[in-house]
């Protein structure tokens, strides 16, 4: 009996406004500083709609700013090639006609066309990978969290300081962000959204420690404990294989940092 497979689904993300950015945003930025207008195609408003591409370049190389339809098979690899990877709306589309890739080890879950057919809109968060949803939920409490943590911090500077410093050499000791999360997000197709929750969950508690006041060294601690917590949720189905891998997890989620106990584990 002939096993099922699950059907391919292919993505395209947008600007918040509904438009496709450039295949080559760099490229497209000298094109509109020097007068030249970069063409776009805004998804939103074609729903159910096949569309053709306003400016094709030549398959399948970016020979223009806006070259062809650029989509995913991988939800989590959405964000590595946008001019600003959040906030984001998020698109599924049917390729059309002629598909093309550039080829590699990195690129099957590429595909480029000249036209696509465009099913509907879905939810952004897919864009981190099927645990995604999680992840927006976790960066949203950041600002609390952050809060919270500082006055952790502010009510015993000493022990507080310790049980990061520990934190931060376990961490450090393991490779738990630099090799096993990196490599875990690369393995799964989740890179791109791995390294767009870093930076909104820094960014995130960075500011909600400095505007409560933290001391500088407080604010980089509270910073790198809140990408290793959204790293840990964007992962927690990656790290569960062993009892080490799931003390990666732990330790990526934070679990003791609240407690002066823990510090010895």
Same mark, same amino acid.
């Given at each position: ?32 500083? &020097? ?10 408003? &074609? ?5 053709? &591409? ?47 890739? %550039? ?6 879950? %590429? ?5 696509? &057919? ?6 952004? %968060? ?40 520990? %934190? ?98």
């Amino acid at each position: 009996m002939a096993r099922s497979t699950r059907p391919v689904v292919h993505y395209m993300a947008t600007r918040p406004d509904g438009t496709v950015p450039p295949t080559c945003w760099d490229y497209a930025k000298y094109a509109e500083a &020097h007068g030249e207008t970069v063409p776009t195609v805004n998804l939103a408003d &074609h729903i159910g709609e096949t569309v053709d &591409h306003p400016s094709p370049g030549k398959k399948w190389y970016t020979d223009k700013p806006f070259s062809y339809f650029h989509m995913y098979t991988r939800s989590g690899e959405i964000l590595e090639r946008l001019e600003s990877p959040w906030p984001v709306r998020l698109f599924v589309v049917e390729p059309r006609g002629e598909t093309g890739n %550039w080829g590699g080890h990195y690129y099957p879950y %590429w595909l480029m066309s000249h036209q696509v &057919h465009v099913v509907d809109e879905t939810d952004a %968060w897919r864009v981190f990978g099927h645990r995604g949803e999680n992840v927006l939920n976790t960066i949203a409490q950041l600002p609390d969290l952050a809060r919270q943590w500082i006055e952790a911090w502010a009510a015993d500077p000493d022990g507080t300081r310790h049980r990061y410093s520990a %934190w931060d050499e376990r961490l450090d000791d393991t490779r738990a962000v630099s090799d096993w999360a990196r490599g875990k997000a690369r393995y799964s197709r989740r890179a791109a959204g791995l390294e767009t929750a870093y930076m909104l969950a820094g960014d995130a508690a960075e500011k909600a420690a400095t505007d409560a006041g933290a001391a500088p060294d407080a604010v980089a601690a509270i910073s790198l404990r809140a990408r290793c917590l959204v790293a840990g949720q964007l992962l927690h189905d990656r790290l569960l294989r062993c009892s080490y891998e799931k003390s990666l997890r732990a330790l990526l989620l934070g679990t003791q940092l609240d407690t002066a106990a823990s510090v010895a584990a």
